[in-house]
């Protein structure tokens, strides 16, 4: 009987802690599948973030290091400084890379470091139970702006891949998200070239992942990937925000 | 054996490290250490090193701790404010088990303070930089021969114990010139590192460098373990010097540059009869407590002589069990006693002390 579906070989048997209907899964295998395809699984090595993703190092099965909030890129400096051959990427919420961690992503991004950056962006806390991110919308409704966002006081999310942008360094750009069929499988493919980059030396790449979070956005998870829909993507275009070689 | 040449005491602690087999310094400038950032500025690049000037102090020990999950020697440097920066990776390292060199060439705070030498980071260092319950190895160097001397060193033992070392000298050692020999390069690489990420090569189970224990049964028991080698390093590896001891009714205790102070004072001292000596910590944790035990039996008092307000004199004050009495002679905010301040100091113990 032929096999048409299996776990990528990255991953390791650990069940996911994720809550129903996250998208950390869908992310987390898109990751191991691009892993397995550029045959890369015994020279990778990953940094796990703080946030909902901390456990990431239970679940894929290269070396894997845990960093201190925010600090990944720096972490993920230090060990493609020392082990250039090997393949680093680091998997970073939004509140661990564009708020406590901006330094470090920006720094890293314009240092043109060759690796992988797996952003991913699902406008609040989750961890700590939906608090505001520097990516909450205006006037989203979190456990800190429980009047919503007020842009006054709170200032305007902020848009990584655009910002990076303005930098000359980086090499590629984009953002995706898994909302559905369409959306993963193009997901997949700005995943899978990230890593590609780095193989072929090309330097910074991330990829922001739009993703959903309906324990704390208080929706069903059908609705929650209608939210990224209608109100994400307007204030986050996905697109290519930069590419090398296009 | 290498030839005497005339160096800083930052250059002897970069090149120290080089020769130590050191090819990962991660750092930027701030004075008095700025040195050292510049000689492996011009040197890594020669050698196939990595010399990296970070974005902040913050992402410089992040850096090291990623060299050191590697399984390389790592060596970050800086001065008081910029190492108040590097705890939270300092405690990163600590609960990691990860070995790594933090140079901190101390000036006067606090806050921004000065660019003068002091040794007010003592509690900083000794009692664990960072959050939760750690140790880091803390050695201080009295001399650009110690500079090098020390460097080596740290990596030996943050390699024997895995956990940080921090080479804790004052500004005055990093920028005095003094003859040194420096140790002959060795290759590090040999050491068999059995827990470092190095990519799985598909033949073994991944590696985790990690510091999270969500068990709390797990996170007691690891703490309790690293609180076992503590004691071993305690046991085996305080260092110290004793000048002088040998009929000493008074005795100096000091370290850095107030130990090399300390020294002429207990030398004109002796011209004048007073049976004065010294116990220079090299170690200052694990802190030498047996040989000043020991000296509470002999002398009549302490004297403490420190460019902070008595932070050590609270480590010997616990040594010697409040068995004798400890006096501080002190200067602060960059200012160094000369030896006749020590001197006065001796002379008032040798008659009593303010008691």
């Not at chain 2, 705890?87 to 933090?102: F, H, K, N, Q």
Request: glycine letters at 8%.
């Amino acid at each position: 009987m032929a096999v048409v579906f299996e776990k990528p070989k990255a991953l390791t048997d650990a069940v996911f802690h994720y809550c129903p209907g996250c998208t950390h899964g869908i992310i987390h295998r898109l990751v191991a599948e691009a892993i397995d395809t550029l045959g890369i699984e015994g020279r990778t090595i990953g940094i796990a973030p703080v946030g909902c993703s901390v456990l990431a190092y239970d679940y894929f099965t290269c070396d894997m290091v845990e960093a201190s909030h925010g600090r990944a890129p720096a972490v993920a400096t230090g060990v493609k400084r020392s082990l250039p051959d090997n393949i680093v990427f680091t998997y970073q919420g939004d509140g661990d890379l564009a708020s406590i961690g901006l330094c470090e992503t920006v720094s890293a991004a314009a240092r043109g470091e060759n690796i992988t950056v797996i952003f991913v962006n699902n406008a609040i806390y989750g961890m700590t139970g939906g608090q505001m991110a520097p990516t909450s919308l205006p006037g989203q409704i979190t456990q800190t702006s429980p009047y919503g966002r007020d842009v006054n006081t709170c200032g305007w999310p902020i848009r990584i891949c655009e910002m990076l942008a303005t930098l000359e360094a980086p090499a590629y750009l984009e953002r995706v998200t898994v909302n559905n069929v369409k959306n993963v499988k193009n997901a997949k493919k700005a995943i899978e070239k990230a890593f590609r980059y780095q193989v072929e030396g090309k330097g910074f790449s991330l990829i922001e992942v739009l993703s959903a979070c309906p324990t704390n956005w208080g929706l069903t998870p059908q609705k929650a990937l209608e939210w990224i829909d209608e109100k994400m993507i307007p204030y986050y275009p996905l697109g290519v925000y930069r590419d090398k070689e296009g | 054996m290498q030839e005497k040449v005339l160096m800083k005491g930052n250059e002897a602690i970069a090149e120290a490290a080089i020769l130590a087999g050191c090819r990962h310094y991660l750092g930027s400038p701030i004075t008095p250490q700025t040195e050292i950032a510049a000689y492996m500025a011009k040197k890594m690049p020669k050698i196939g090193g990595t010399f990296l000037q970070d974005e902040s102090e913050i992402a410089a020990i992040n850096m090291v701790y990623g060299v050191a999950a590697t399984g390389k020697r790592a060596m970050t440097s800086s001065s008081s404010p910029g190492i108040a920066l590097k705890c939270e990776g300092i405690s990163y390292l600590a609960g990691a088990d990860l070995p790594a060199v933090i140079v901190n060439v101390q000036r006067g705070g606090p806050g921004l303070g000065g660019i003068q030498p002091s040794q007010s980071d003592y509690f900083l260092a000794t009692r664990g930089p960072g959050h939760g319950d750690f140790h880091v190895l803390v050695l201080a160097p009295a001399s650009v021969q110690e500079m090098a001397d020390l460097t080596g060193k740290a990596f030996d033992l943050a390699e024997k114990y895995r956990m940080p070392a921090m080479l804790l000298a004052d500004g005055t050692m990093g920028q005095m010139m003094e003859p040194v020999q420096l140790p002959e390069p060795r290759d590090p690489d040999t050491i068999e590192k059995d827990w470092a990420v190095t990519g799985t090569k598909c033949q073994r189970k991944h590696h985790v460098v990690n510091s999270l224990y969500l068990s709390p049964a797990e996170l007691e028991r690891l703490n309790i373990e690293r609180f076992e080698r503590y004691a071993e390093i305690e046991k085996n590896e305080c260092m110290w010097e004793a000048f002088m001891m040998e009929d000493a009714e008074v005795c100096i205790v000091s370290c850095g540059i107030t130990a090399r102070v300390s020294r002429n004072a207990i030398v004109e001292a002796r011209k004048q009869g007073i049976k004065v000596g010294m116990i220079r910590p090299i170690t200052l944790w694990p802190f030498p407590k047996a040989p000043l035990r020991k000296a509470a039996d002999q002398v009549k008092r302490f004297v403490c002589v420190e460019l902070n307000m008595g932070q050590m004199r609270e480590d010997v004050q616990l040594a010697v069990a409040c068995k004798k009495p400890v006096d501080l002679c002190f200067r602060v905010g960059g200012m160094i006693p000369s030896p006749d301040e020590v001197l006065d100091a001796i002379r008032k113990a040798n008659e009593g002390g303010n008691d």
